[in-house]
């Protein structure tokens, strides 16, 4: 059975990854294998690739993403999260780097509080796995979206090939967790135990059909697809319709 995220995804994901933030961006990378800066950067071409004035960052954590935006855009980026802590980790870093064109807030990705076409541009990791309803939360990420815009995502993966696959499911259910102890503590210890079985529950109940279908429901075209690092993470995008479509 795979380990989910219960019946309020919300609070499961706050407070999985409330004592995470001080170690996140060097320890995703360690037990990423060092994929995780090079997926993130994928997502980041697809939004540079057209000019953008307003992107929105979904899912921001300590705002990795939305720097790597403003650097390769120029645009005013807004990042959004649900922990706090994560958006704390995320300003003091801010303060640090004396960035003042990436600003911080905290909602829920269910429902945004922009008005609809707020964004050029729009990008979200590791997100639809901690949400009660992936294709309305897709639909509501495609709201914020001005037709015409990109949106693009990250998400971790199941490998496609049944020898990369027997190899995945060792890493994440025994290397995993015991890397996340001796790097991060219990909080990390945990992390590790529980994303393997979430993210292959995840894609029993959502494989990449159907969920590029959700991207097409919600009013995106020219969706693609780009499996990263032998099947580890998948990176999707797709420019919102105009109306005339």
């Known amino acids: 059975m795979s380990r989910g995220t219960g019946p309020d995804p919300n609070r499961f994901a706050t407070d999985l990854f409330d004592g995470l933030p001080a170690r996140y961006d060097r320890l995703g990378w360690l037990l990423s294998l060092g994929q995780d800066r090079r997926w993130r950067h994928a997502i980041v071409e697809k939004i540079a690739a057209r000019p953008a004035s307003r992107v929105l960052d979904v899912a921001t954590g300590t705002g990795g993403v939305a720097l790597a935006l403003r650097a390769a855009t120029g645009a005013e980026v807004v990042g959004v999260d649900l922990t706090k802590r994560m958006l704390d980790e995320a300003r003091a870093k801010m303060a640090r780097l004396d960035e003042r064109h990436v600003h911080l807030v905290q909602s829920r990705a269910e429902s945004l509080p922009f008005p609809d076409a707020s964004f050029d541009a729009l990008t979200f990791t590791y997100l639809l796995r901690y949400v009660d309803d992936p294709p309305s939360t897709v639909a509501e990420l495609a709201r914020v979206l001005r037709p015409g815009g990109v949106m693009a995502s990250l998400e971790f993966f199941v490998p496609p090939s049944p020898f990369w696959r027997a190899l ?19 909080e990390w210890y945990e992390v590790g135990r529980f994303l393997g079985p979430n993210i292959s529950g995840h894609y029993l109940r959502h494989p990449e059909s159907s969920t590029v279908q959700m991207w097409r429901d919600a009013g995106m075209v020219d969706v693609g697809v780009r499996i990263m690092s032998v099947g580890g993470g998948i990176v999707m995008w797709g420019t919102k319709a105009n109306v005339e479509e």
Not at 169 to 177: A, E, G, K, M, Q
Request: proline share 5%; aromatic share 26%.
């Open 168 to 186: 995945w499911w060792c890493y994440t259910r025994w290397v995993l967790p015991i890397a996340g102890w001796l790097t991060g503590g219990r």
